[in-house]
């Protein structure tokens, strides 16, 4: 077994069929048995239905003839009811008739992809074409959340500005990138350390004395740079400890921010390395998988994280997914200065 839960290998050999993954699908959505999508019965019986040769319209309104393939149906036996649907009703799996084989070696790139996975590379990797990639690339990053609930112990507290193309007659890239902040939760006796990262506004002095609460419980040992955005924090009754990174001071003892940094870094390489471009409407998605597979970094039970996530949680549908957000759109590049 990888560090990652499953490698590869491993999952082509687990979930290289149809009846694997369906097997597993009913396994993850109804551990306690399967019961009746619409009324909740849990007299129901399986069956698989005949392979069958049907008709349609071609684009040319040409008759032809298509294969609908023998399908795993779970039909429910209350006498009012008799629904039939499949282990994958309702899901996003269902919604996007690829194959569930190919959906599982997808999400195992992911969970295997440190630095991330590009839909192009996924295109590649899976043999789909690039619009499939993106579809199962955003669908999966969307299903790598960590759970919401304040930090505590000793937090590091950092932001950052990603991308931005570097604007050599101004010498400066500030306009073009987008501010992000961070809060790491230090290693504790029973816990290895976690992150949260999230998009911000750019003016960071007056952003962050609000992510910290949002973010953080108090009582909490804050750890940040000199930033005047920390100034008022000992004030507001935090316990806060500042490294002066402007007096080339970069640890105190236990006293630094490295942890917050060395995040920063894996996704900015991350980003600029496995991404052509990013678009800041999208930023939170990638802050999310990156900070998920960081949280979950000695967790064997990545996958089944995703695909249980995939299966209960809400289907993103690719509208909602393109849909227009309040961040105006800003492409990070790959040519920025590191
Ligand atoms: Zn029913």
Request: charged share 25%; hydrophobic share 35%.
């Amino acid at each position: 077994m990888a560090r990652h839960g499953l490698s590869l290998i491993d999952i082509q050999s687990a979930f290289g069929t149809e009846d694997q993954c369906l097997d597993y699908c009913e396994m993850m959505r109804w551990p306690e048995g399967v019961f009746c999508l619409k009324c909740g019965s849990d007299k129901v019986s399986k069956f698989v239905t005949n392979e069958t040769t049907r008709e349609r319209k071609n684009r040319k309104c040409e008759i032809v003839e298509y294969t609908m393939p023998a399908r795993r149906l779970f039909q429910c036996n209350n006498e009012g009811c008799r629904h039939q649907f499949s282990a994958t009703a309702g899901t996003i799996f269902a919604d996007t008739h690829l194959p569930l084989a190919t959906w599982f070696k997808a999400i195992g790139l992911m969970c295997n992809a440190k630095k991330g996975l590009s839909a192009k590379q996924m295109a590649r990797d899976l043999g789909v074409n690039y619009r499939t990639a993106w579809h199962l690339n955003h669908c999966i990053r969307e299903a790598m959340q960590s759970p919401d609930g304040l930090f505590g112990g000793t937090v590091e507290i950092d932001a950052t500005f990603v991308g931005g193309k570097y604007d050599k007659r101004r010498k400066r890239a500030p306009y073009d990138k987008q501010a992000v902040a961070g809060v790491m939760q230090r290693t504790t006796e029973d816990h290895h350390s976690k992150v949260r990262a999230l998009p911000v506004r750019r003016e960071i002095a007056s952003e962050m004395p609000n992510v910290i609460p949002q973010n953080v419980s108090t009582g909490s040992n804050l750890m940040t740079d000199e930033h005047k955005a920390y100034v008022a924090l000992a004030k507001d009754g935090w316990k806060h400890e500042i490294v002066a990174h402007t007096k080339d001071e970069w640890v105190r003892g236990n006293v630094h921010t490295q942890g917050i940094e060395n995040f920063w870094s894996l996704f900015k390489r991350g980003v600029i390395g496995s991404f052509h471009s990013v678009s800041v409407k999208h930023l939170h998605r990638y802050l999310n998988e990156f900070s998920f597979r960081f949280n979950n970094r000695e967790s064997r039970d990545i996958f089944n994280m995703i695909v249980g996530n995939l299966l209960i949680g809400s289907a993103l549908r690719y509208k909602a997914l393109i849909a227009k957000t309040s961040i105006e759109p800003v492409l990070l590049s790959s040519s920025e200065p590191e």
